[in-house]
Structures are given as structure tokens and as C-alpha cells.
């Protein structure tokens, strides 16, 4: 056998798993964050076929005053509400709005925080003063007066909510991968990857942001559900999704006036919101310990 | 003439505090002829793991030179030191801290290889992972597993393979063995001779440990608080040391032979003081038994007693 | 009196039955590397193996004629600290922060404060206690921080010896220090020991600070004790366990020159999976087939005993 073929088999033999199939097997062995997975795969299931469990225009929009506030029934699975609309149809087409809001907005901040919050912990210095004392500014406000600050400058709509969300959200983004990649820097590994001549760029995605990874994911699937009530929160005071569309954090604010005689109102869209935050939660729980390798078994 | 292979030249690194500055190497000259082993003592502050970084350029240094092959270092761009990084590694004390710890054993020590792309083909690359771990004494079948699923001395190992994957003329070895238990320490050290012969590599080999450091070393430097106390072939300080803090270091090692039980030894009172803003003359004075006024006056500087052997210390000026 | 401690402990066989004698004002040196149990024989004396994990599951621990296994919790409190207290290995973290040394040598004072004495006579003893260590008195109000890590272990000591206890236990006590603070240190502590009449079980892996403070040595491996006998035994005398002998030549000796070091191959074993037999023959250059199947007795010469095959057929 030449040295090469010898190479090629011993390669095989202790060939390394696939980096992806080693951390579904290590996800696979975390039960809650697979009863997470579950449910989470369900409401995204279901906002995908929203119109086909009802449809938009006729059971989620069209107002029917003789159906008004009746309980849950055969007819109407949830109910109705205030409007006779029925509460199932408004919740599924309602979750397409909330899981974006969700996503969309944990996505981009996300992103722009991580690309900051890594290069301030990396480089340090006057760089580093600066982005972080304006970050200190934005964090300062609180970030729903923020979001309402930028929605009423530009124009309710959904596209505006979006950016006023994320904007608000950076910061907190920005300090978290700061902190956890300036305890990374200080580690041996770091200088050892210098010493090799690598450069900035490489050190960073290679050996920072790998090892930054647990508490970024963490914080980014609390913060789905936190961009999700915020959403809820800009919507009700009329800065967000503009009625009649359905929106679970807007629902359960219509429905505030009539929370003691029909609770059920309240009830569905709150549960709506906990099962996904909670689901979302676990996930993250599980994917931060399967992405260790050091925590395999 | 027998050119040293690195050598530094009035080498100081400042580092600044709230307090003062703070001279972790202060006015270093070293010289490492090819092939050879320097050994660098002293305690822990005394700056030198801050010379090893200094000299790799890890960290910059406040004043001086770092001359490679004959090349003054210090005033190379990113490119061009990037080549002479290659011939210049390290091996880091701690094996805990110095793996990434999201990488398996082949990716740390291919990752050199890849930075520098020197071997671009996979397989050839594999084959090269394979014959450094056979050189430091790994088995085949760690190369998938991560560096905390393995003990101490085979990470150490993995360190020393990535010290060598760029086939380094000159490594510095920061404590290498200082966290690894006694047994494990000698297999170590017998593997770092070892492929010193073979590949005729120079170190510089820092290490707090003066019975390790007697060992591999040609020549040995003490340093205190930032500067060079004294230097001489390892023998010849081992017999004949000069300088009281030296005595003082080789006073202390406890000896593993009732021989040396009731010996009388002279234990240095005090502690090591701080490198901040330091008085001229001896730093040493302080905790001296031989301390004269005169200590306290500046120009003291190396001076040599006897081939190869220089100290700084009044008693043999 | 006589101290006596025989244990016979079996925690995930960190530590597996081991036999240990200590007499008064004597100092036992226990060495081996990491893994190989030696905290853990310390922690089972004092009883403080950490809850639900550890478990002391067989043996006796003899201290002044009573065994402390079946003691009970309260009696055991006034042993730790009153009679057996311990140094730590790491004076960094040992110390509570937040509260300035003298402080915490008062706290250490008044849980233990059977003869009903005054404030002011603990303060005195305070103060008495850290000259003694060679720390001036006016720095009590000091918190750890301002301390270097040799002045920590001093206080480290002075709280430990506070009480006057019969025995310590010192747990690497000067592994994380630097080699001119390690003599200081060892030095204060025989001194101290010889002035005060204790008892100490000296932890650690270096073989030279065995050589140069303690009376008698167990050298320990896998959980056992694999040869133990007076200094001279262990340093002078003629068999020696294998295992032993490869500590010896992984120690760079200062007084010859050579060139290679003798180590031992391989690693320790996994406490979980330790090997039949002998759980040295894996590593052992002098394996022989008994050692593969069959645990080797001890085996003694008057005050030395070595646990291994090899020495019992050669001295037969």
C-alpha cells in the first residue's frame, strides 16, 4: 500500500462524522428540546397552510355581527370574537405575522450586532469606545420608546416595524457577543492561531465566533419571543399591523375589554404566544449544548 | 563566523498601567546559535514569557531589535513577517487553553498548513497531519477526536505537532511541561530533545523550573523583574552561579535524596516586587543578603566573569 | 497517643482501600499524580467528600482511638478545624474575598471557641496567630487581594492552624507558588509544626518536597497505595515498586548529568475502568503474567511495604 492510499484509509477508518449529523445525533438525545422542535414544527406547519385551514378574507377579515363573542364551538373550534370572526382562522393567519416578526427581526439584529459586537471584542480600542458608548445611548432608552420613536417618524406598517424592532434590538446583541468574545480573545488558542500567521478574518470565524457560539444562541432565541411581544406591544397601540389584520399580540389587546366575560379571548392568542416562546426557548437550550463539543455523550 | 541564528538587541517591552509603566523585559540581548537550546528562568512576573511574545512579535515591542537569520524583524510588514512566522513558532504552556477547543486534533494541527497554504491538496495535506502525528508520538486513530476528550501530555502533543507543521527552524516553548504530572513532564521533554536532533530545531525553552530547565538547555538565562541577572552555559551555572538570586533559585529546589535533608539552606526573604516604575539599580537589592549602598546606584550592567559567563551583580564587577 | 487512620474507601474507585498509619508529631507524605486519589484520602478523613457523589462505602478512619466514619455530623464539625484542619492548594480561591484577613481568622477563632474566651483575647490570638506566620499584624485589615499568593498562603496557614489542631493535612500546599515562595513556605511550615507539636499529612506530587520535610511516605497510584515505608525506605532503600522507580527517573536530577530521562510509558488509568490485577501492568516494564490476573498483596520488610509481584518473588 503506498503512503497515500495508507492515508486515504486511515482517513476513512476515523473518518470524522459529518458536523451536521454529529450535532442532530447530539440534539436527538435532548428530549425536551425535541418536544421543542415538535411543537415549533407545528406552528410553522400551520401558519405555512393558514389558508387552508381558513380562509383570509372570509373567516379571519369579514365582520359578522350575528356571530358575535360566541364560546367555542363545533362551528367555531376557538370561538369568535367581538366582531364575529372566528378566533382559530385568526390565530393561524395571525401566526404567519407573529413568527415573522419573531424571526425576521432576531435574524437581522442578529447579524448586524454579532458583526459589531465581535469586531469591538476583537479589536478593542478607540473602535471599540465608540461603537459601544453609541450602543450605551441606544440601550439607554427603553426599547419600546425607541421602536415608537422610529415607527411615528417613518409611517405605521409592517415594514417600518420590522426595522424600528431590529434597530432596538441591536445593542443588546452588540454587548452579549462582546462580552463572550472578549473572555474568548483572551485565551491561549487565540495567540497560538497569530502565531501561525492567520489572519484577523480567519481568526475570527474560525476560532472567536465558534467558541462565542452558546450564549449568542441562547440570547437569540430568547429574543424571538421577546421581538414577538414587542411586536404585539407596537401593534396595540396602532404603530404596527393596521386592523383588521391578525396579529396575536393585536388580538390579545382588542380583546382586553372583554377579557372577563369571555376569557377565552384572551386565552387563545396568550397561549398561541407562550407555546411558541417556550418552544423556541427549548430549542435553543438544546442546540447551544448539542453545538459543545464538549458536552458529547 | 558562527552567526546566531535569533538575537535581540537591547529589547524592551513597557507595558502601560494606571500606575506607572510597567518593564516586563527591560534591556534583554539574547543570542541562539542554530540547533541550540536557551533556557530562560525566572519566576512568575519576571517578563519572560512576555521576551518569548516579544520576540515572535506577538506583542510589539516598546524598544529594540529582534534580529532573525540576520534580518531585524521588528520593522517587517504583515506580509513579510507572515513568511518569517513560518519559521518561528510556539508551544504554549497550558494544553487546556492553548487547543481550540471546537476543532479536532487533524484541524489544529492542519490549520498552520492551511494559513500559510503550503499544501493545498487534501489528501496530501492529510498524508502531512499523519507523519506529524507520528513524529509526536499520536496514535492514528485520535485524528477525529476533540483535544478535551484527551489527557494532558498527548494535548501537549497536539501542540507540539501544530508547533511543527510549518516546519519552524526556531520554537519557542513557553512552560511547556509545567501543567503535566512528573511522568507525563518526561515524556515530553524526552520527545522535544528528540526532535531537536532530528530536525535540528532551536528553542528557547521558558520555564520556571530549574531542574527541567538544566536538562535541555545549552545556556541558560536568569531573569528578575524584567531583566537578565545572568547568563552562562548550563554547566557552568549549575557549578559555579554568581549571581545571589541565582543561588538563591537553585538553593530552593527541593532535592528528591536525603543527602541534602539537614543541608543549612539560605532561603531568600520576601517577595518579588513590583516591576512598576522600579527604582535604578539592582532590582534585586531588596531581598539581597548582600545588599550594599552601592546597589542602589544606576549602571550596573552584564558583565563577563568568565567565557560565556556574565552577570549583573556588584560583588563581580 | 497514637493517631491511626486506616481507611478502606471505595469512591468510583478513586480511592481503593488503602491502610495508613500516622503517629504523633509526625509528617506523612503522600505522593502520586494526578488522578491518582491523594485529595481524595484527605477529603474522606475530614469527611467533607462532596454529598451524593462521593461515598466512603467500606474501612475505619482511626483518629485518637475513635472512628470518625460512624461519628456524627455534629462531633465531626468539632474535629474539622479543632483537631484536623486543612490547607488548601489553591490560596487564590480558598480565601473569601469579601472579608479582610483578619476577619476571617476571627471567624475561623470564634466557631471554635470552647473556653468562652473574650473578644479581645480572640483579637489577640488574631494577631498572635499571623506573626507567627510572618505576617505583620497591622495588615489584618487587609483584604486577600492585597495579598501576593505567598502571603495568601501564609494566612491560608495561620487560619488552618488557628486552633492548635492535632493533625493537618496540607493539600499541595505550595504547588501554585513560585520556587523561592515554596521554600519560604515549607520552611515556616516545619518550623511551625515542630513548635506547635502537630501531626501533618503533606499532599503532593514532588517527590524533592517529600525528601526534605516529611518522616514517612505512601506513594500512591490508581487509588491504592502501592509502596509506603519511612523516608529512608522510600529514598534510600533497595526494592522499590515500579512505579516508584519511574517517578525517580522522570525527575531531572540536578546533581548528575544526563541527557534522557527515564519515564514511565503510558497513562493513568481511568478510575472507572481500572485494569485486573495489578493496576500497574499495563505500564509496568517488569509485567510478569500473575500481575495481569491476580491484585498483589502487600509485602513488607520491617517498616517498608511494596505492593507488587515482581519484589515478593525476588525476595523469596
Given at each position: 500500500m503506498t503512503q497515500k492510499a495508507k492515508a486515504v484509509a486511515i482517513q476513512k477508518e476515523y473518518a470524522k462524522k459529518s458536523q451536521i449529523k454529529e450535532i442532530w445525533r447530539r440534539m436527538k438525545k435532548n428530549k425536551l428540546a425535541m418536544i421543542g422542535l415538535a411543537i415549533f414544527c407545528i406552528l410553522v406547519a400551520m401558519s405555512l397552510s393558514a389558508d387552508l385551514i381558513a380562509d383570509y378574507q372570509e373567516s379571519a377579515i369579514k365582520q359578522a355581527?350575528?356571530?358575535?363573542?360566541?364560546?367555542?364551538?363545533?362551528?367555531?373550534y376557538f370561538g369568535t370574537d367581538q366582531y364575529g370572526r372566528d378566533l382559530l382562522a385568526r390565530m393561524v393567519h395571525g401566526s404567519r405575522v407573529s413568527l415573522s416578526i419573531g424571526f425576521f427581526t432576531t435574524g437581522i439584529s442578529l447579524l448586524i450586532g454579532g458583526i459589531l459586537g465581535a469586531m469591538t471584542g476583537y479589536y478593542g480600542g478607540i473602535f471599540d469606545e465608540i461603537v459601544m458608548r453609541l450602543m450605551d445611548i441606544l440601550l439607554s432608552i427603553p426599547s419600546i420608546l425607541l421602536a415608537i420613536a422610529i415607527v411615528s417618524a417613518m409611517r405605521p406598517s409592517l415594514l417600518n416595524l420590522l426595522i424600528a424592532i431590529t434597530i432596538s434590538q441591536i445593542p443588546g446583541f452588540t454587548r452579549i457577543v462582546r462580552s463572550t468574545v472578549l473572555t474568548v480573545v483572551g485565551e491561549d488558542y487565540i495567540e497560538a492561531a497569530r502565531a501561525c500567521g492567520s489572519k484577523d478574518f480567519r481568526i475570527i470565524t474560525n476560532d472567536v465566533l465558534p467558541n462565542a457560539i452558546g450564549p449568542i444562541i441562547v440570547q437569540g432565541t430568547m429574543s424571538v419571543a421577546k421581538m414577538i411581544l414587542l411586536g404585539a406591544g407596537l401593534s396595540f397601540i396602532g404603530?404596527?399591523?393596521?386592523?383588521p389584520q391578525p396579529e396575536w399580540g393585536y388580538m390579545l389587546s382588542e380583546a382586553r375589554e372583554y377579557m372577563r366575560d369571555y376569557p377565552y379571548l384572551v386565552v387563545i392568542p396568550g397561549i398561541a404566544i407562550a407555546i411558541s416562546v417556550f418552544s423556541i426557548n427549548l430549542i435553543g437550550d438544546g442546540l447551544r449544548d448539542a453545538l459543545d463539543p464538549r458536552l458529547k455523550n | 563566523m558562527n552567526m546566531p541564528l535569533i538575537q535581540t538587541k537591547n529589547l524592551k517591552k513597557y507595558f502601560r498601567t494606571q500606575k506607572g509603566d510597567?518593564?516586563?523585559?527591560?534591556n534583554v540581548n539574547i543570542d541562539i546559535n542554530k540547533g541550540k537550546t536557551l533556557g530562560v528562568v525566572g519566576e512568575s512576573g519576571c517578563g519572560k514569557s512576555t521576551l518569548g511574545r516579544v520576540i515572535l512579535r506577538l506583542l510589539e515591542p516598546t524598544f529594540g531589535e529582534v534580529i532573525y537569520n540576520g534580518n531585524d524583524?521588528?520593522?517587517?510588514n504583515q506580509k513579510q513577517m507572515n513568511n518569517i512566522r513560518q519559521k518561528m513558532q510556539i508551544i504554549f504552556q497550558d494544553p487546556y487553553a492553548s487547543?481550540?477547543?471546537?476543532?479536532?486534533v487533524s484541524e489544529i494541527i492542519a490549520e498552520p498548513i492551511k494559513v500559510c497554504k503550503i499544501i493545498k491538496d487534501k489528501e496530501e495535506l492529510n498524508q502531512r497531519v499523519f507523519d506529524l502525528m507520528k513524529i509526536v508520538g499520536l496514535?492514528?486513530?485520535?485524528?477525529?477526536?476533540?483535544?478535551?476528550?484527551?489527557?494532558g501530555g498527548r494535548r501537549q502533543r497536539i501542540g507540539i505537532a501544530r508547533a511543527l507543521a510549518l516546519n519552524p527552524e526556531f520554537i519557542v516553548c513557553?512552560?511547556?511541561?509545567?501543567?503535566?504530572?512528573v511522568s507525563i513532564q518526561a515524556q515530553i521533554l524526552n520527545l522535544m530533545m528528540d526532535l531537536q536532533e532530528d530536525h535540528g530545531l532551536t528553542y528557547m525553552f521558558i520555564t520556571h523550573d530549574l531542574s527541567v530547565v538544566k536538562h535541555i538547555s545549552d545556556e541558560i538565562m536568569v531573569m528578575y523583574l524584567g531583566q537578565c541577572v545572568e547568563k552562562a552555559p548550563s554547566e557552568e551555572l549549575f557549578a559555579n552561579p554568581l549571581h545571589p538570586y541565582t543561588q538563591a533559585l537553585l538553593d530552593a529546589i527541593p532535592i528528591a535524596?536525603?543527602?541534602?535533608?539537614d543541608k543549612l539552606r539560605k532561603i531568600i526573604k520576601g517577595e518579588v516586587t513590583s516591576p512598576i516604575n522600579p527604582k535604578p539599580g539592582c532590582r534585586f537589592a531588596s531581598r539581597?543578603?548582600?545588599?550594599?549602598?552601592?546597589?542602589?546606584?544606576?549602571?550596573l550592567g552584564l558583565v563577563e566573569?568568565?567565557?560565556?559567563h556574565y552577570v549583573s551583580c556588584i560583588l563581580h564587577k | 497517643m497514637k493517631v491511626i487512620y486506616k481507611t478502606d474507601s471505595d469512591t468510583i474507585c478513586a480511592v481503593n482501600g488503602i491502610d495508613l498509619i500516622l503517629d504523633k508529631e509526625q509528617t506523612l507524605g503522600i505522593v502520586g499524580e494526578t488522578g491518582a486519589g491523594k485529595t481524595t484520602t484527605a477529603l474522606s478523613i475530614l469527611r467533607l467528600l462532596p454529598q451524593d457523589i462521593g461515598e466512603i462505602t467500606e474501612g475505619q478512619i482511626i483518629f485518637e482511638g475513635k472512628d470518625?466514619?460512624?461519628?456524627k455530623e455534629s462531633d465531626m464539625r468539632k474535629v474539622r478545624g479543632e483537631k484536623i484542619s486543612m490547607i488548601f492548594q489553591d490560596p487564590m480561591t480558598s480565601?473569601?474575598?469579601?472579608?479582610?484577613v483578619g476577619q476571617q481568622l476571627y471567624e475561623a477563632l470564634e466557631l471554635h471557641n470552647t473556653q468562652n474566651k473574650s473578644k479581645s483575647q480572640l483579637e489577640a490570638r488574631v494577631d498572635e496567630m499571623l506573626e507567627l506566620v510572618?505576617?505583620?499584624?497591622?495588615?489584618?485589615?487587609?483584604?486577600?487581594?492585597?495579598?501576593s499568593g505567598g502571603m495568601k498562603q501564609r494566612v491560608v496557614i495561620a487560619i488552618a492552624l488557628a486552633c492548635s489542631p492535632v493533625l493537618v493535612i496540607a493539600d499541595?500546599?505550595?504547588?501554585?507558588?513560585d520556587v523561592t515562595i515554596q521554600a519560604q513556605v515549607l520552611a515556616m511550615m516545619s518550623e511551625l509544626k515542630n513548635k506547635l507539636g502537630m501531626s501533618m499529612i503533606l499532599i503532593t506530587h514532588d517527590l524533592g518536597v517529600v525528601a526534605q520535610n516529611c518522616d514517612k511516605v505512601a506513594i500512591m497510584y490508581a487509588g491504592e497505595i502501592v509502596e509506603n515505608g519511612i523516608i529512608e525506605d522510600i529514598f534510600e532503600g533497595v526494592n522499590h515498586h515500579p512505579y516508584t522507580e519511574g517517578l525517580f527517573g522522570s525527575i531531572p536530577d540536578l546533581t548528575r548529568s544526563t541527557k534522557r530521562l527515564n519515564p514511565i510509558d503510558g497513562l493513568m488509568p481511568d478510575p472507572i475502568n481500572l485494569p485486573a490485577g495489578c493496576t500497574f501492568h499495563p505500564r509496568c516494564?517488569?509485567?510478569?503474567?500473575?500481575c495481569r490476573t491476580k491484585k498483589p498483596e502487600p509485602f513488607s520488610f520491617g517498616s517498608h511495604v511494596i505492593k507488587c509481584h515482581f519484589v515478593q518473588n525476588s525476595n523469596q
Open positions: 355581527g350575528s356571530i358575535r363573542l360566541q364560546p367555542p364551538s363545533w362551528e367555531h404603530l404596527g399591523i393596521q386592523p | 510597567l518593564h516586563a523585559v527591560d524583524i521588528i520593522h517587517l487547543l481550540n477547543p471546537r476543532m479536532t496514535d492514528y486513530r485520535f485524528i477525529n477526536t476533540y483535544p478535551h476528550e484527551m489527557d513557553d512552560e511547556p511541561v509545567s501543567a503535566l504530572d535524596s536525603l543527602k541534602e535533608r539581597c543578603f548582600h545588599v550594599t549602598a552601592e546597589c542602589k546606584n544606576d549602571g566573569v568568565s567565557q560565556g | 470518625l466514619i460512624s461519628a480565601l473569601n474575598p469579601v472579608l479582610t510572618g505576617i505583620p499584624k497591622n495588615r489584618k485589615r487587609e483584604y486577600p487581594h492585597q495579598f499541595e500546599p505550595t504547588t501554585a507558588l516494564p517488569k509485567c510478569m503474567d500473575i
